[in-house]
């Protein structure tokens, strides 16, 4: 099955098909079992329908979009003929198979459902493999087929090039908008990434705020698409704003095509405060300790179930939804104030402008807060009001204050003022949490300012030795360590009668003597059944290979026997 990176694109599109764009085209889905009957209900009518309705769907795709979408697949004749061999809700994912050739597949992972993978977003941060990557893995092995090409959207971008990258089935992935990985992921998992990592493409939108976070997988193509004109931020991610759009002259909506017939992408360059956003995530994946990693990826990826899922999310013994998340983001005040300490601290080593930090800080949803702030300032206290000007913000007076390293009077006031909207308490508590933050600033390890904002390269293969030699010399050197006593320190009892011999401590010290040596007997017995162990691993992987190189040879012979019989037959 050779299909396009455009067709394989199209296809993710169907994940996203719901019941309620069938209904608003006054259709039903199913039940289906190829592409043909998911989409044959959706005549000109049905298609007119939607090109009609001013329902945002799932994704925040319109109608007209939905319309153009479904039109495109259904004129293609090899999309429109693919079997749907299977659809897994609990992954979630569509499993597409062509009649023609029965040992390959296409599999689609539809991006972020619900709450439970938005916090596995998150928790990405610090962990080599999340639960989410791991479903994703175990339904692709539990497949019958033997080359499948995976695509998905957002999270799913990030489950298809985890598979592909721990999946031997896996030869092919065309990830839309999926975020990278962590440091802990590209370091256990280097060798499967230098073998597979170029059989990645990972296509993002210029604007997109999701594929910017953590490392992209090295080897892989990265390429960035500048996306319908009309997009807005939150529609910067779906994706239906691959494409771009058209009314043809009978008023029917279409999506923009290629020389070959396939839907034009518009190759672009990232948003220069996306860079940033980038820059920002990969600098404390870089910077921060690995337990604060752990900690933080936690953290991160409750807020995102929260904000980003429907409904009330629980943790530990309370539920929590948009309305309260300022609540959340206060419950763990040592880790917000660790995050904050790092942004300043990106935005102190970088030099980042005030252009450039309010960029960031609109991305990040601050800059309405601060406006609020600095606008009531003014007109209740037009002393602070004129710092704050001078200092070129609300945003940059903290930033200037928290670097010089001294006590922040004017700040503490500030803070003060800002929580007496709601208590005195409120007010002292944030005066704890600006000194908490002063604290995590000067606590950032000290790093090089290059490497700090880097991506991670990926790793070279290590040759290890495992030969008969190498053996002989590591279980040497163990021996020699089993066959030094080091002398025994036990004769020193027969000083027992001197004068010296308790005031010096002398039974003290042969004791601990004794008991450090039984230590290094101990550890170097541990090494020895360890080596012994690895050894024996490595010998028996080499038999397993052996066993599979002398066959493939044993083939190779015979199909040279048949084809040196074949031409003797011949005359040849």
Known sequence: MQLTDEQIMLLEQLTYLEDKVAREADVVLGPYDSVESLLRQFDEDALAELEDSDEQFEGLVSGKQWAAIIRQIQNDPELYSLDIAGKD??????????????????VAFKGTTGQKEWWDNGSGFGLSDTEKQKEALEYIENLPYDSITVTGHSKGGNKAQY???LSDKVDRCISMDGQGFSQEFLDRYYAEIEKKGGSITNYYLDGDFVSILLFPIPGSAQVCIEGDDSIILEKNHVPSSFYRYYQDEDGYWHILENKSGDPALVIGTREEVMVYLHELTVFLLNVMPEEDKRKAGDYIGNILAILMGQGDFPIEDKVYNKDNVAEYLLSDKEMLAKLLAYFIKYVETYNLTDEEVRSLAEVLGLDKTLAAIEEDMAEDNKTLSGFISDAGGLLNLIINQIRDGKEDPVIEWLLKWIGGWESEEVGEDMVDFWRSLEKEYQSIPDFDPEKARADAAGKGAKIR????????????AILSVEADTYGSVSGWSGYAGEEWYDTLLIPNAVGGINAYFERVSEINRQCRESAERVFAEANEADQENAKRLQSLVDEIRSVCSLIKAKTEGLGM
Do not use: G, R, W
Request: aromatic share 10%.
């Open 465 to 476: 030795d495992f030969s008969e030699k190498t053996y002989s010399i590591l279980m040497s």
């Open 163 to 165: 598979v592909t990258v």
């Open 89 to 106: 809700d609990s992954v979630p994912a569509i499993c597409f198979t062509d009649p023609n050739d029965p040992d390959s597949a296409v």
